[in-house]
């Protein structure tokens, strides 16, 4: 009876947003006056509401996979930061080596540093942070920029008014004569890469010389795309859908997914991704490269 309920919901919700305008959509007079991924920090599944029902959820745990929607989120204090509350959405408890969370920061906030030898990246969901080293060099983030800071360098994150940041940090796998260096960019400075026999846009945020042990896709996908291979492989994933709506495969199960999910993807897990909607679907990819599984 169960798996019943659950296709006839499935097939309900996809049925509403084909009609409508989506089922993770709002109202149109509100759109206007919404920013750049909006739904990660307000996300609702307008008009059904389904986040309201007592006890509802779509978020799932997996022994190879997990989908953490944001209902589930609860955040507390980040270790060492300043004004500045944290919801981490991927673990090592979970059986990943890096993390990811979510840094709303607050007034007059600051951070703190990474644990030693560990590498942090962030990127910019909400509102604007400064990014200062220890030279005293200054760098304005807005929404879609991004910084890589190495392990040990140090530096801080702050902000004057609210915003919102997403996080990896992982151990630095170290390689003999490559070092990786911090830098400051954003997402529309990233040039095209070509993806052969696949139709999505792909750009990657960080260099992929061997320096860098991971890096950090942005993939764009039109309504109706999807990806043609279905995955399998050595990497560990982390995302979160930045825009749009789809349907995602992991392992042997199929989970509708919109804008403020994260995913986490274990070694070897199939995975696979379809863009459903009538907008654009753009997620953040994490995914470690250039170190042998050894």
Partial sequence: MRSIFLLFLISGLFRYSLAQEGFCSVPSESKSEKHLYWKIYDSTLYPLNLQNLPGFTRSVYKRDHALISPESH???PLPDWINTLGAYLISPEMGSHFIMYLAKLKENSKSGLPLHDVERFIFVLHGAVTVTNAHGVSHALKVDSYAYFPPN??????????????????????????????????????PLLETPGEIFELRKLLPTSLAYDFNIHIMDFQPGEFLNVKE???????????????????????YPVQAGDAIWMAPFVPQWYGALGKTRSRYLLYKDVNRSPL
């Fill in 74 to 76: 609860v955040y507390g």
């Fill in 232 to 254: 399998v492989h050595y990497n560990q994933h982390g995302l979160l859908l930045l825009e749009g709506q789809g349907i995602y495969r992991l392992g042997d199960s199929w």
């Fill in 153 to 190: 360098f140090e530096y801080s994150i702050e902000s004057d008014a609210p915003a919102i940041i997403v996080v990896f940090e992982r151990r630095y796998a170290q390689l003999p004569n490559h070092v990786p260096e911090p830098l400051v960019n954003s997402t529309d400075k990233q």
